[in-house]
Nanobody
Framework: VQLQASGGGLVQTGDSLRLSCAAS????????WGWFRQAPGKEREFVAA??????????ADSVTVKGRFTISRDNARNTVYLQVNSLRPFDTAVYYCAAASGCLIRSSYGTEINYNYWGQGTEVTVSS
């Protein structure tokens, strides 16, 4: 199984980006997708997750995430997306996608060890 993340880049404050992560090698596709990010000099943190069968996304409680990030998935393509709007310099980070074969419960979304597979990360840099 491999996860390939893409869509990062250098943007200006206020811009938007759509990050993508495609999975290959799954027989049935992951049940749970997650996005995490790691800012320079900081630990990796949970951003968002989405789980079958629904399309409802769950987001970190951080006020810096809510309202600006939207996670979605395309089951037919085994792909997850993260739409990020109104980017700010503090959003600068490497964004990682993660996939779990199992269906995680909500309280487990933010725990990295629960995800079986990780992408290589896509870098987002927001200039002021």
């Amino acid at each position: 199984v491999q996860l390939q993340a893409s869509g990062g880049g250098l943007v200006q404050t206020g811009d938007s980006l759509r990050l993508s992560c495609a999975a290959s090698g799954f027989t049935f596709g992951p049940c749970t997708w997650g996005w995490f990010r790691q800012a320079p000099g900081k630990e990796r943190e949970f951003v968002a997750a989405i789980r079958r069968p629904g399309s409802t996304g769950y987001y970190a409680d951080s006020v810096t995430v809510k309202g600006r990030f939207t996670i979605s998935r395309d089951n037919a393509r085994n792909t997850v997306y993260l739409q990020v709007n109104s980017l700010r310099p503090f959003d600068t980070a490497v964004y990682y996608c993660a996939a779990a074969s199992g269906c995680l419960i909500r309280s487990s979304y933010g725990t990295e060890i629960n995800y079986n597979y990780w992408g290589q990360g896509t870098e987002v840099t927001v200039s002021s």
